[in-house]
Structures are given as structure tokens and as C-alpha cells.
């Protein structure tokens, strides 16, 4: 039954990391998209429009996909992997993950001046998508929301799994500090008894038993 449930454990735990493996790779071919579109808006204008922050948010995108893939990846070798310490540290991950998508949830929501807290983007390519999520707002919201609950499920999942290895880990060493009560039947080896079955011992009769002398003996 454990090992159902471990293996139900790793399905799941694979399946909400390659979602989010989905998302990190939609993400970084819409950064290259976003590098071509550069390229060529750079050879039709002069160089100097063009400062050394002026691909930040491009960068900063296909850095974010790059992490949804690598921490993806994280997830199916710690599914995968008989240790502990790997699902620990993508547990940690995920935690903070989890942390700063929160923090910058809540400074978008608070902060009504939080795009001045941004560089410039002579690029114009921030701006294209911030327009596109407020003309596909319902959209976005919903994949924002898929993409928390799948991370959330991949942390419960994960420490869920831990636990689970563990226990049949202290189970495995509380079982080898006691001896089996019963043999297995095919390699059953009978013992050999502490005494030994032998003949039974008698004192020797070669010599004939004397009769005692008397004196009236010796006189006749």
C-alpha cells in the first residue's frame, strides 16, 4: 500500500512540475520572440536609442523562464530520487518562489506608482505587454491563479512524499534490529543439536571379579 502511494505521489508531483515546465518554456520563446523583434527595430533606428539597461525586461523574462524550467526539472529528480535531500531543497525553492510572487503581487496591488520604480524600456517591449495582459486580463488572471495553486500542490506534494520515504525508511531500520520469529522455507537449515547420540558407556568385563580371602582360607 506504501508503495501505491509513493508512486501516486511521484505521478502527481510530475505532473504539476511539467506544468510548470510548460509556462517557463512558453516564456522563454516568447523572450526570443521579443529579441528578434529588437534586432530589428535596432537596425532601423540609431544606436543611441538604444542605452546598456535597454533589454532588461526581455532579460528579466527569459530569466524567469529559465527558472520555471530549471526548478521543473528539480521537481522529477526529486520525485525520482530515493533521497530526501532533494526534495527538501525543492521544497525550499518553491518556498521561495512562492515569497517573492507574493511580494510582487502585493507591491503591483498596493503601490498604484509601482512602474516608476522600473528603468526606462526604449524598447517599447514592456509596454506592448502590458497592454496585451490588460486586453486579455481574464486570461491572465486564470494562468496566474493555475500557476500558484501548481506550485502550492507541488510543495504539499513534495513534503508529503518526504514524509512518506522517511517512515519507510525508520520502518526498514526498526525491522533489522530484530531478528525474524520465523525461517523462510526454502533456505531453512537445520541446526545441529547441542549433545551428541552415541553408544552407551559400560566398564570393561576382561578381568573376572576375585573373591575375597579369609583367614580359615589361608589356614586350610
Not at 537596425?43 to 536609442?49: A, E, G, K, L, T
Not at 525508511?169 to 525474524?180: A, L, R, T, V
Request: proline fraction near 6%; aromatic fraction near 12%; charged fraction near 20%.
Amino acid at each position: 500500500m506504501a508503495n501505491i502511494a509513493r508512486a501516486c505521489l511521484q505521478s502527481f508531483l510530475k505532473a504539476v512540475n511539467l506544468v510548470m515546465g510548460m509556462v517557463g518554456i512558453a516564456m522563454i520563446l516568447y523572450g526570443l520572440w521579443m529579441i528578434r523583434v529588437w534586432q530589428r527595430d535596432k537596425d532601423d533606428s540609431s544606436p543611441d536609442d538604444f542605452k546598456s539597461f535597454a533589454l532588461w525586461f526581455i532579460y528579466t523574462f527569459l530569466g524567469i523562464g529559465v527558472s520555471f524550467c530549471l526548478i521543473a526539472g528539480l521537481g522529477h529528480v526529486a520525485a525520482d530520487s530515493a533521497n530526501g535531500f532533494c526534495l527538501s531543497c525543492y521544497v525550499v525553492v518553491i518556498f521561495l518562489l512562492l515569497l517573492l510572487e507574493s511580494a510582487m503581487v502585493a507591491d503591483i496591488l498596493l503601490n498604484s506608482d509601482w512602474e516608476k520604480d522600473l528603468p526606462d524600456d526604449p524598447t517599447g517591449r514592456f509596454h506592448d505587454f502590458k497592454e496585451f495582459v490588460k486586453s486579455n486580463f481574464d486570461i491572465f488572471k486564470w494562468i496566474g491563479i493555475w500557476v500558484i495553486l501548481t506550485q502550492g500542490s507541488s510543495t504539499l506534494l513534495a513534503m508529503a512524499l518526504r514524509v512518506l520515504r522517511s517512515n519507510q525508511g525508520s520502518n526498514y531500520d526498526s525491522d533489522d534490529e530484530y531478528p525474524p520469529h520465523r525461517l523462510p522455507l526454502l533456505n531453512h537449515q537445520v541446526q545441529p543439536p547441542a549433545f551428541v547420540i552415541g553408544d552407551p558407556c559400560f566398564p570393561e568385563k576382561n578381568n573376572p571379579v576375585k573373591p575375597p580371602t579369609y583367614p580359615w582360607n589361608a589356614i586350610k
